[in-house]
T-cell receptor
Framework: KNEVEQSPQNLTAQEGEFITINCSYS?????LHWLQQHPGGGIVSLFM???GKKKHGRLIATINIQEKHSSLHITASHPRDSAVYIC???????????FGTGTRLQVFP | KAGVTQTPRYLIKTRGQQVTLSCSPI?????VSWYQQTPGQGLQFLFE???????NKGNFPGRFSGRQFSNSRSEMNVSTLELGDSALYLC??????????????FGPGTRLTVL
């Protein structure tokens, strides 16, 4: 079993839909990262959070440390949101990031 | 501020050769991490440097090595290349402290193809 699991693996949506991507992990952590990777490879850090909720524009990330679960929500999705979304965690007392396998999102107009 | 830069962007090598990739972090960032991304294994942590010292290492063979210079620029080297080393190699920089608990800024990556 992978230490970081994401669901779904693939997601298609119509423009304007509300999107939820889930991330569960089995290791103890102090923070969780959400990353976005566009075709071509470039990775952008969306959020780093250790508790509660963070919002940036149409993106919202939540985390429940006790339940070892995080969600990334996209409100009013747009075709430019099409990308792979990856969650990553650094286990306690290490500086390594362990990555989920990613969720490939396609938003159609 | 300029972002993280990586050179070269694309590289083609043959089995048995060695390769050196370079990463220049954002000015003022002292931590540089390296990652390998392949279709089969996804993103995997290679190593992390802070102030010229390797702080963490992933589960990769000794053919993979790296170093960091006093200006925080970092290089990684892969010796005796194998076909399975074909991948996108990404570096990321952060301000300091533990890379895992600091926002990571990624470079565009170097796509290595081993023939």
């Amino acid at each position: 079993k992978n230490e970081v699991e994401q669901s779904p693996q693939n997601l298609t949506a119509q423009e304007g839909e509300f999107i939820t991507i889930n991330c569960s992990y089995s290791v103890g952590i102090s923070a969780l990262h959400w990353l976005q990777q566009h075709p071509g490879g470039g990775i952008v850090s969306l959020f780093m959070l250790s508790s509660g909720k963070k919002k940036h524009g149409r993106l919202i990330a939540t985390i429940n440390i006790q339940e070892k679960h995080s969600s990334l929500h996209i409100t009013a999705s747009h075709p430019r949101d099409s990308a792979v979304y990856i969650c990553a965690v650094p286990p306690y007392n290490t500086d390594k990031l362990i990555f989920g396998t990613g969720t490939r999102l396609q938003v159609f107009p | 501020k300029a972002g993280v830069t990586q050179t070269p962007r694309y590289l083609i090598k043959t089995r048995g050769q060695q390769v050196t990739l370079s990463c220049s972090p954002i000015s003022g960032h002292r931590s540089v991490s390296w990652y390998q991304q392949t279709p089969g294994q996804g993103l995997q942590f290679l190593f992390e440097y802070f102030s010229e010292t390797q702080r963490n290492k992933g589960n990769f063979p000794g053919r993979f090595s790296g170093r960091q210079f006093s200006n925080s620029r970092s290089e990684m080297n892969v010796s005796t290349l194998e076909l399975g080393d074909s991948a996108l190699y990404l570096c990321a920089s952060s301000q300091g402290g533990l890379a895992g608990t600091n926002e990571q800024f990624f470079g565009p990556g170097t796509r290595l193809t081993v023939l």
